[in-house]
């Protein structure tokens, strides 16, 4: 079963609630999807290594070959081509790797070479849970690249975590369009409540299951819990504004490993969540 943790914003705790959720159950990945700023493991502590690179084709042109038809750059509908008068212009940054631009070229003039994108990394040996993460080059924007070469190791016999990126954009979708089951992270606070709604419209038009992780809870006001309430969402977590947990999080130490009372109830939200699955299957049937 794949569970994705997502957040209408950053710094929601969506993070938080990956690692403590993924710590709790046993036989279980833990997949790092913020791959601009991947820090699950700055709580883990596991040594890394690199099992892939995330590669782009990118096309190299024969100027020499090219009769300045303007196929290519016609056909380009990222603009990564530029027709002039005596040569074609290539923008790296923007090519998405199709590889249209190569087919279509009657000269031949276009060949496939290869842009790095970034990095997919692991723990080294037996770790639990079982870490991988992707790292986007600094600079690079094709985040849903390195996210999809990502899930590719996820493991269907297992339980997996996704911690997705902050917001609503396509890397979020690129993280939770396939999963089985999202998580939304939010606070009851009025930016916390508005990009709630944002991220609520976002898994209702992809149709994935979902509830609500309220973090912080006892800040704000009620404004997230009466809406769920009203909308018939789920709240599967209250996680309260303690101190303690606070200073742990400061500190790089996931809580559940300091108050073990907290294993219990990540592992009573993922048996809620089991029964949400449940009841929306039998419902189907």
Not at 254 to 272: L, S, Y
Request: glycine share 8%; net charge negative; hydrophobic share 40%.
């Amino acid at each position: 079963m794949k569970i994705a943790i997502a957040s209408g914003k950053g710094g929601t705790g969506k993070t938080t609630v990956s690692l403590n959720l993924a710590l709790s159950l046993s036989d279980v990945q833990l997949f790092d999807c913020d791959v601009e700023e991947p820090n699950c493991n700055l709580f883990l502590g596991f040594g890394l290594e690199k099992v892939e690179d995330v590669v782009c084709p990118v096309p190299v042109i024969n100027q020499e070959k090219c009769s300045i038809c303007r196929q290519c750059s016609d056909f380009c509908r990222y603009n990564a081509l530029a027709a002039l008068p005596d040569r074609i212009l290539f923008f790296p940054s923007l090519c998405h790797g199709c590889g249209g631009c190569a087919v279509l070229c009657s000269e031949k003039a276009i060949r496939e070479s290869e842009r790095s994108l970034g990095v997919i990394e692991k723990a080294k040996g037996e770790s639990s849970p079982e870490f991988y993460r992707g790292l986007l080059n600094i600079g690079e924007t094709m985040t849903s690249a390195v996210i999809k070469t990502l899930k590719k190791y996820v493991d269907d016999r297992k339980t997996a975590i996704l911690d997705a990126p902050p917001g609503t954009a396509c890397p979020v979708i690129a993280s939770i369009g396939d999963v089985d089951y999202c998580v939304l992270v939010t606070e009851s606070t009025p930016f916390g409540f508005h990009d709630l709604r944002l991220a609520v419209d976002v898994v209702r038009s992809l149709k994935v299951p979902f509830g609500v992780v309220i973090n912080r809870w006892g800040l704000g006001d009620s404004r997230v819990e009466e809406y769920c309430k009203a909308e018939g969402i789920s709240i599967l977590l209250k996680i309260p504004n303690n101190l303690k947990i606070a200073e742990l999080y400061s500190r790089g130490i996931p809580f559940v490993q300091e108050m073990p009372e907290w294993n219990e109830k990540f592992r009573g939200m993922f048996e809620a969540i089991k029964l949400q699955l449940a009841d929306t299957e039998e419902a189907r049937t």
